[in-house]
């Protein structure tokens, strides 16, 4: 997920002034000369695990160096980490089965294929659990289909986890005199955190083709963020806000120099 989409955020070329939606629902702005920030570069790095792309090869041999995390696509489920996805729901709640919601020919078509991929990536496997979550597609920009698993009834019984975010406005005070930044994009970021096995169940989701449950962290769960936000600053807690920001799967490296930056990119990749 993109931070600037997530935050709503709005740009006034005009006024040189940026402003965001906080998750708290407060709003903030950064304002030019108020919040000095002149970047010179802003090299864009997509990796695996790591990025859709690379734009720029302004840092080729860190790149062929570490290739082996740009990946294409995440090849299988993820190695176990210090942090699993869990769902804690409030006192009292009962399992919850929804209805199919009907899907015409083009949306079962994709339907099918996109169950295949998850099943032969490990991703989610068969479910006879009590727990029964409907799926919709949404149509994209460019026309393709996106898969929604229709969590809100889950999400309504689920204990919130309060894991602060941290705010726009300071994230950007952090950056000084940086002159040099990589914005790094882990790709299918959910993907890489396994869901508790004692949750799995309610993960469940019911279509045409069956009923399964996720094995890794879905999309439309009310406390991934926060979950993932836990995950990012205990992988990069020692260099926060000393080279590196994270929000949430989006991850900010800064440097004042090229030099520097070199070396920054090595020790986060």
């Known amino acids: 997920m993109d931070w600037l989409t997530a935050t709503l955020a709005n740009i006034d070329c005009g006024q040189g002034k940026v402003s965001f939606q906080l998750p708290d629902g407060e709003s903030c702005e950064f304002v030019r000369d108020q919040n000095e920030f002149n970047a010179e570069k802003l090299e864009k790095f997509e990796l ?16 062929e160096e570490f290739k082996d995390v740009f990946q294409e696509e995440l090849p ?25 919601y009907p899907m015409n ?23 006879a659990s009590p727990w029964g979550t409907p799926v919709l597609f949404v149509k994209k920009k460019d026309g393709t289909l996106r898969l929604v698993i229709d969590y809100r009834a889950l999400n309504e019984v689920t204990i919130k986890n309060k894991y602060p975010l941290p705010r726009i406005d300071q994230l950007f005070d952090q950056l000084g005199e940086a002159r040099v930044f990589s914005k790094i994009d882990l790709r ?3 993907y890489q955190v396994k869901v508790k096995k004692e949750d799995i169940p309610k993960t469940a989701f019911r279509t045409r083709y069956g009923h399964y449950e996720f094995l890794v962290m879905p999309f439309g769960l009310t406390n991934a963020p926060a979950m993932f936000m836990d995950l990012m600053n205990r992988v990069f807690y020692q260099y926060l806000d000393k080279f590196v920001i994270v929000f949430i799967d989006d991850i900010l490296i800064y440097s004042k120099s090229e030099e520097e930056h070199e070396k920054h990119l090595r020790i986060v990749l």
């Open 76 to 100: 299988g489920l993820p190695p176990d980490r210090a942090v699993e996805f869990s769902i804690d729901l409030i006192p009292g709640a009962a399992p919850i089965a929804k209805k199919i």
């Open 105 to 127: 020919k083009e949306e079962l078509a994709e339907l099918n294929k996109q169950i295949k991929e998850l099943l032969s990536k490990g991703f989610i496997q068969p479910s």
């Open 48 to 63: 695996p695990v790591l990025l859709q792309g690379v734009a720029e090869q302004t840092f080729p041999r860190v790149v």
């Open 188 to 190: 299918s970021e959910y």
